[in-house]
T-cell receptor, first 114, second 114 residues
Framework: EAAVTQSPRNKVAVTGGKVTLSCNQT?????MYWYRQDTGHGLRLIHY???????EKGDIPDGYKASRPSQENFSLILELATPSQTSVYFC?????????????FGPGTRLLVL | GEKVEQHESTLSVREGDSAVINCTYT??????FPWYKQEAGKSLHFVID?????DRKQSQRLIVLLDKKAKRFSLHITATQPEDSAIYFC?????????????FGIGTLLSVKP
């Protein structure tokens, strides 16, 4: 079974502060994704990556940066957190070579920005 | 860009009945349509998918139908059980040459009542 872990699982941050959300996958998947989940919006893609060193903008990248230093790790960075970034964030990994093209999701990080 | 509309935000059925969740998409280039399940307080996991080269796929009690002409796809859960209660997300992708960028619907909360 695919394994995607996220840290921290819960985070309280102050407006204007820097927040880093981390994701690790042990599936050796090329692709990794960051989503946020909000009621009424479903899951929305923030950033994604095709492999180490690559990051791509998703559908709602404003206010977020991403970093993919290795195959296993993908971080989401909020340089100046705002209350509108309060949400649940999910990381996922996937590989176009996988026969089902399935994305495997981490457990999520609840972020509260005060 | 692609938009996925999930028509039922909530759905309540009696145990043993069938449940149907409908989604529509806008991009005729979309060719891959997965469904994910999110149980209360948990992350998402893949349940079934369908590709545009077929119009029906079944996995045990789950059936997915795809109508490319109408740009509509649906998830049918037969003989529902209480453990089917969850949020179900449909998604679509044009499955580009790299990665698998998914556009999700807003989710349908399915309640299966005994």
């Amino acid at each position: 079974e695919a394994a995607v872990t996220q840290s921290p699982r819960n985070k309280v941050a102050v407006t204007g502060g820097k927040v880093t959300l981390s994701c690790n996958q042990t599936n050796n998947h090329n692709n990794m994704y960051w989503y946020r989940q909000d009621t009424g919006h479903g899951l929305r893609l923030i950033h994604y990556s095709y492999g180490a060193g690559s990051t791509e903008k998703g559908d709602i990248p404003d206010g977020y940066k991403a970093s993919r230093p290795s195959q296993e790790n993908f971080s989401l960075i909020l340089e100046l957190a705002t209350p509108s970034q309060t949400s649940v964030y999910f990381c996922a990994s996937g590989d176009a070579r996988d026969s089902q093209d399935t994305q495997y999701f981490g457990p999520g990080t609840r972020l509260l920005v005060l | 860009g692609e938009k996925v509309e999930q028509h039922e935000s909530t759905l309540s059925v009696r145990e043993g009945d069938s449940a149907v969740i409908n989604c529509t998409y806008t991009d005729t280039a979309s060719s891959y349509f997965p469904w994910y399940k999110q149980e209360a307080g948990k992350s998402l996991h893949f349940v079934i998918d369908i590709r545009s080269n077929v119009d029906r796929k079944q996995s045990q009690r789950l059936i997915v139908l795809l109508d490319k002409k109408a740009k509509r796809f649906s998830l049918h859960i037969t003989a529902t059980q209480p453990e089917d209660s969850a949020i179900y997300f449909c998604a679509a992708s044009d499955y580009g040459s790299s990665g698998n960028k998914l556009i999700f619907g807003i989710g349908t909360l399915l309640s299966v009542k005994p």
